[in-house]
């Protein structure tokens, strides 16, 4: 494999596993409150349509991720009703959202199918650090949503272990009798990051349609949305690991991809299976044993102070 | 010592569906004193002090502090009325530090955490309340003691002035115990008021100022302690007179049931929870195991009931190995467990009461024939078990979750006793039940012991132990540290023994592999 090939691999690698890393971001947010979210993939198609479609009426990707992060935001809202307010159960509720946010999004995005977006997010190159040898080209030669990505991470890693909030919306997925009896807001607390997930898996949508693809096809996030619910897993609840994660997995996607381009007796949808086969092996190998390791307490479980 | 009333609780009322958890109750707490809450379980001292923490609301009355009413919408409210609850089932989050669950629902810092200062004022509390603990240690490392002290601690960094203890003494060794009531004394003298939750006399005469009897819900009376006496307050608790003593009718037989040898099982922590244990209960012998909980009591009833794999060791009943056998094949020889969980792994609890009644012998004529289950004979079988074991239930065909704890227990022993065990598992059979209930299910054990059975009694209640058992033997972290049987043993010597204490003289010889 020659040098080009492997810098454009692992460009390609960052592109492919950012919404995935989007919507995993989004994912431990909600988990580390407590609340299992199987709606992501649903929630990125919302927003990845939603995006689309503002782009389309304004000609501002800007707006359009805005759109996205909205449209993200009120699916999880639902699932945040559901699943906090009335205690429904979370799974139900998570693939309810993922077969209604996959109907809603083919509904919306039936005019535009195909169409190219009049305006998208171009690759910028970061200044002198792009000219370093292939750390440059793979890490800053990216448009400004993955450098987004790029500073959630820590920023969300502070948020977690160092902050106030942080510790709070842990201990309610922790342990939401031990958070209530100190007087912190379980339900509150559950709403903002279930909602706060969601505007991610917005996010991730809206990087397919606006800067990855950049146009909108029906059900283009692929499986993208259940890839991150596992690298949640895979990543140990941690945004770091997440963020590495991801790009693996993006790496897998690229590798498909390219092999298929440069021709080989491989079938191509065998080529195509791999990030999910990818996926199954990652989660045998890091749950091995039946031990989730870092699987917040009360993850799945609603909340009722009264009823035991 | 009688200061000023702090707290005063008038007309309280709180119902739950189907239930009347508190009628109408009063209490005042004066600063500088150590107020015992004693009545039976149910009684509803636990239910008054969550309204009074700000966890429940009333349905009727008010509370006021120092003088003024005031209404509670959360434990935050009461926090910051200077009162603090310690749950019997503490509300600390395991794998948070000590100063991560202190600082845990404070407004400042407000965003970035300085935990370093925490750590520093609970260390600098610790040492001023006799209340020890290393505040980076995470929960999940610290003993149970220890836990209870980082939630003492949570409530002494919030300034809290009224403290509520829950039951504090029944996960603690006698000692710890001790040690407790020192630091609850002190805290006393220093002008705060403790509210002290139990059942047990002994206790409360040893600590408490004055003592309010909850009973049924409602007042009984409040009493200073100088001017009461342990029978009196037996006799308010429970309204009528209770003797606890059993007589011994005879004597263990020679034939050994139950055998463990060298046996090692893992925790569901992956750490070894048995490290060699060695065990051996007689026909006609009830053997108790006393012990912190945590120490491997679980895994023990779990090890012998082959719902925990074996490492290491062998497990005999009767002249049959059952080392890792599956509970099918453990049954069939005569083995019975009264597990710690009864909705959970003793009943189920959306089945009912006949299905439950026969989720033993299900397998076999004349319940079943072939695959198809003859319901006429389990209605009939389990109209006699139910009449038998004076099990109070709603309906043959009512599911068993809606039964009381009582009443399950009940069942559940129903159930296994008419199974005819050769050897029986009982953990904490008595947990949660009334002095009444507990009676019942004291009987049924005895009984089931004159008959010739082998009885592993696991229990957290010492007292209980010793009142049935014919041999005790002490259990820390996973080995029998201690042996004796029970008509010579001592609370002393059983405590220090439960505490990991090696004695200079091994009273019994002992069990250690």
């Given at each position: 494999?020659d040098w080009v090939?492997?810098?454009?691999?692992?460009?390609?690698a960052v592109?492919a596993g950012?919404?995935?890393?989007?919507?995993?971001?989004?994912e431990?947010?909600?988990?580390?409150?407590g609340?299992?979210?199987l709606?992501v993939?649903?929630?990125m198609l919302?927003g990845?349509?939603?995006?689309f479609?503002?782009t389309v009426?304004?000609?501002?990707p800007w707006?359009?991720?805005l759109?996205?992060?909205?449209?993200?935001?009120l699916m999880a809202?639902?699932?945040a009703a559901?699943?906090?307010?009335?205690r429904?159960?979370?799974?139900?509720?998570?693939?309810a959202l993922t077969l209604?946010?996959?109907?809603?999004?083919g509904y919306?995005?039936?005019?535009?199918i195909?169409?190219?977006?009049p305006s998208t997010?171009r690759t910028v190159?970061?200044?002198?650090?792009a000219d370093?040898p292939?750390l440059?080209?793979v890490?800053f030669?990216?448009?400004?949503l993955v450098y987004?990505?790029?500073?959630?991470?820590p920023?969300?890693w502070?948020?977690?272990y160092?902050?106030?909030?942080?510790?709070?919306?842990r201990?309610v997925?922790?342990?939401?009798?031990a958070a209530?009896a100190?007087?912190?807001?379980?339900?509150?607390?559950r709403?903002i990051?279930?909602?706060?997930g969601g505007v991610?898996?917005?996010?991730?949508?809206?990087?397919?349609?606006?800067a990855y693809?950049p146009?909108?096809l029906?059900?283009?996030?692929?499986?993208r949305g259940w890839?991150?619910?596992?690298?949640?897993?895979f990543?140990?609840w941690?945004?770091l690991?997440a963020l590495?994660?991801s790009?693996?997995f993006g790496g897998?996607?690229?590798l498909?991809?390219r092999i298929?381009?440069v021709?080989?007796?491989?079938?191509?949808?065998?080529?195509?299976?791999?990030?999910?086969i990818f996926?199954?092996?990652v989660?045998?190998?890091?749950?091995?044993?039946?031990r989730r390791?870092?699987?917040?307490g009360a993850l799945g479980l609603?909340?009722d102070r009264?009823?035991? | 010592?009688?200061?000023?009333i702090?707290v005063?609780?008038?007309?309280?009322s709180k119902r739950?569906?189907?239930v009347?958890a508190?009628d109408?109750?009063?209490?005042s707490?004066?600063?500088?004193?150590?107020?015992?809450?004693l009545g039976?379980n149910?009684?509803?001292?636990?239910?008054?002090?969550s309204?009074?923490?700000?966890?429940?609301?009333?349905d009727?009355g008010e509370i006021?502090?120092e003088?003024?009413?005031v209404?509670?919408?959360?434990?935050?409210?009461?926090?910051r009325?200077?009162?603090?609850?310690?749950?019997q089932h503490?509300?600390l989050?395991e794998?948070?530090t000590?100063?991560e669950?202190?600082?845990?629902?404070l407004d400042?810092?407000?965003?970035?955490l300085?935990l370093?200062?925490?750590e520093?004022?609970?260390a600098r509390?610790?040492?001023r309340?006799?209340l020890k603990?290393?505040?980076?240690a995470?929960i999940?490392?610290l003993?149970?003691g220890?836990q209870?002290r980082v939630?003492?601690?949570k409530?002494?960094y919030?300034g809290a002035r009224v403290l509520?203890?829950?039951e504090p003494?029944?996960v603690?060794t006698p000692q710890?115990?001790?040690?407790?009531f020192?630091?609850l004394?002190?805290?006393?003298a220093?002008g705060?008021?403790v509210v002290f939750?139990?059942?047990?006399?002994?206790e409360v005469?040893?600590?408490a100022?004055?003592i309010?009897?909850l009973?049924a819900?409602?007042?009984?009376?409040?009493?200073?302690?100088?001017?009461?006496?342990?029978r009196?307050?037996?006799?308010l608790?429970?309204?009528r007179e209770?003797?606890v003593s059993?007589?011994?009718?005879?004597?263990a037989?020679?034939?050994?049931l139950l055998?463990?040898?060298?046996?090692?099982?893992m925790?569901?922590?992956g750490?070894?929870?048995l490290?060699g244990?060695?065990?051996?209960?007689?026909?006609?012998?009830i053997?108790?195991v006393a012990?912190?909980?945590?120490?491997?009591?679980?895994e023990?009833a779990e090890v012998i009931?082959?719902l925990?794999p074996?490492?290491r060791?062998s497990?005999?009943?009767?002249?049959t190995?059952?080392t890792?056998?599956?509970p099918?094949?453990l049954?069939?020889c005569?083995?019975?467990?009264v597990?710690e969980d009864r909705?959970?792994?003793?009943?189920?609890p959306?089945?009912?009461v006949c299905?439950?009644?026969?989720?033993?012998c299900?397998?076999h004529?004349?319940?079943?024939r072939?695959?198809f289950?003859?319901r006429?004979?389990?209605?009939?079988?389990?109209?006699?078990?139910?009449?038998e074991?004076?099990?109070?239930?709603?309906g043959?065909?009512?599911?068993?979750?809606k039964l009381?704890?009582?009443?399950?227990q009940r069942l559940?022993l129903?159930?296994?006793?008419?199974?005819?065990?050769?050897?029986?598992v009982a953990?904490h059979p008595?947990?949660g039940?009334?002095?009444g209930?507990t009676?019942?299910?004291?009987r049924?054990?005895?009984?089931q012991?004159?008959e010739?059975?082998?009885i592993l009694?696991?229990s957290?209640?010492?007292d209980e132990?010793?009142?049935?058992?014919?041999r005790v033997?002490?259990?820390?972290e996973?080995?029998?540290?201690?042996?004796?049987?029970?008509?010579?043993?001592s609370?002393?010597?059983?405590?220090?023994?439960?505490?990991?204490i090696?004695?200079?003289?091994?009273?019994?010889?002992?069990g250690?592999?």
């Amino acid at each position: 494999m020659d040098w080009v090939l492997a810098v454009s691999i692992c460009q390609a690698a960052v592109t492919a596993g950012t919404p995935i890393l989007f919507a995993a971001l989004g994912e431990i947010l909600a988990e580390r409150a407590g609340v299992l979210n199987l709606g992501v993939e649903g929630m990125m198609l919302v927003g990845a349509v939603s995006g689309f479609l503002v782009t389309v009426r304004t000609g501002s990707p800007w707006l359009g991720l805005l759109g996205a992060l909205v449209a993200g935001g009120l699916m999880a809202l639902i699932h945040a009703a559901l699943c906090v307010g009335l205690r429904a159960n979370q799974v139900v509720s998570g693939l309810a959202l993922t077969l209604f946010g996959t109907g809603l999004s083919g509904y919306l995005g039936k005019p535009v199918i195909g169409v190219p977006a009049p305006s998208t997010f171009r690759t910028v190159e970061v200044p002198v650090l792009a000219d370093i040898p292939f750390l440059g080209p793979v890490v800053f030669g990216h448009d400004y949503l993955v450098y987004i990505s790029y500073l959630l991470v820590p920023a969300l890693w502070f948020f977690l272990y160092r902050t106030r909030p942080g510790l709070h919306m842990r201990a309610v997925g922790e342990n939401p009798a031990a958070a209530d009896a100190m007087g912190i807001n379980v339900g509150w607390t559950r709403y903002i990051y279930t909602v706060a997930g969601g505007v991610l898996a917005g996010a991730g949508g809206a990087y397919l349609s606006l800067a990855y693809a950049p146009t909108w096809l029906e059900n283009m996030t692929a499986g993208r949305g259940w890839i991150a619910v596992a690298l949640v897993i895979f990543a140990g609840w941690n945004p770091l690991v997440a963020l590495a994660g991801s790009y693996l997995f993006g790496g897998v996607d690229a590798l498909g991809l390219r092999i298929q381009a440069v021709g080989t007796v491989v079938p191509s949808f065998f080529l195509s299976m791999l990030p999910y086969i990818f996926t199954i092996l990652v989660l045998l190998v890091s749950t091995r044993g039946g031990r989730r390791l870092g699987a917040p307490g009360a993850l799945g479980l609603a909340y009722d102070r009264e009823g035991h | 010592m009688a200061g000023d009333i702090l707290v005063e609780m008038r007309g309280i009322s709180k119902r739950f569906p189907g239930v009347l958890a508190n009628d109408r109750v009063s209490l005042s707490v004066r600063a500088g004193e150590v107020h015992a809450l004693l009545g039976e379980n149910g009684a509803g001292k636990t239910t008054l002090m969550s309204i009074l923490s700000g966890l429940y609301r009333p349905d009727g009355g008010e509370i006021l502090v120092e003088g003024r009413p005031v209404v509670f919408r959360s434990p935050r409210d009461a926090i910051r009325a200077g009162i603090g609850m310690v749950h019997q089932h503490f509300r600390l989050v395991e794998p948070f530090t000590v100063a991560e669950n202190v600082t845990l629902g404070l407004d400042r810092p407000r965003f970035a955490l300085h935990l370093a200062a925490v750590e520093q004022e609970v260390a600098r509390l610790g040492d001023r309340h006799g209340l020890k603990v290393d505040p980076r240690a995470q929960i999940w490392q610290l003993s149970v003691g220890e836990q209870q002290r980082v939630e003492i601690l949570k409530m002494l960094y919030r300034g809290a002035r009224v403290l509520i203890m829950d039951e504090p003494t029944a996960v603690l060794t006698p000692q710890e115990a001790r040690d407790l009531f020192t630091v609850l004394r002190q805290m006393a003298a220093a002008g705060r008021a403790v509210v002290f939750i139990s059942h047990k006399l002994q206790e409360v005469m040893e600590v408490a100022d004055r003592i309010t009897v909850l009973r049924a819900g409602r007042n009984v009376a409040t009493l200073e302690k100088a001017a009461t006496s342990a029978r009196e307050l037996a006799r308010l608790m429970v309204g009528r007179e209770v003797s606890v003593s059993y007589q011994r009718t005879r004597q263990a037989g020679q034939e050994v049931l139950l055998c463990l040898e060298g046996v090692e099982a893992m925790g569901d922590r992956g750490f070894l929870a048995l490290r060699g244990l060695s065990l051996r209960v007689h026909a006609g012998e009830i053997v108790g195991v006393a012990g912190v909980s945590g120490n491997g009591q679980r895994e023990l009833a779990e090890v012998i009931s082959g719902l925990r794999p074996t490492l290491r060791g062998s497990i005999r009943v009767g002249d049959t190995e059952v080392t890792g056998c599956h509970p099918a094949r453990l049954i069939a020889c005569g083995l019975s467990l009264v597990p710690e969980d009864r909705l959970g792994t003793g009943l189920v609890p959306t089945l009912t009461v006949c299905d439950n009644a026969i989720l033993k012998c299900y397998r076999h004529p004349p319940v079943s024939r072939g695959p198809f289950l003859r319901r006429g004979e389990i209605r009939r079988r389990t109209r006699v078990l139910v009449e038998e074991f004076a099990v109070k239930v709603p309906g043959l065909d009512a599911p068993v979750r809606k039964l009381s704890g009582g009443n399950l227990q009940r069942l559940l022993l129903a159930r296994e006793i008419s199974a005819r065990p050769r050897v029986m598992v009982a953990v904490h059979p008595t947990r949660g039940l009334d002095v009444g209930a507990t009676a019942g299910v004291h009987r049924l054990l005895l009984e089931q012991r004159d008959e010739g059975a082998a009885i592993l009694l696991i229990s957290e209640d010492l007292d209980e132990i010793l009142a049935l058992s014919d041999r005790v033997v002490v259990l820390y972290e996973g080995r029998i540290v201690g042996e004796m049987p029970a008509a010579q043993a001592s609370r002393e010597e059983i405590g220090l023994m439960m505490a990991g204490i090696e004695l200079p003289k091994d009273a019994g010889g002992g069990g250690q592999a």
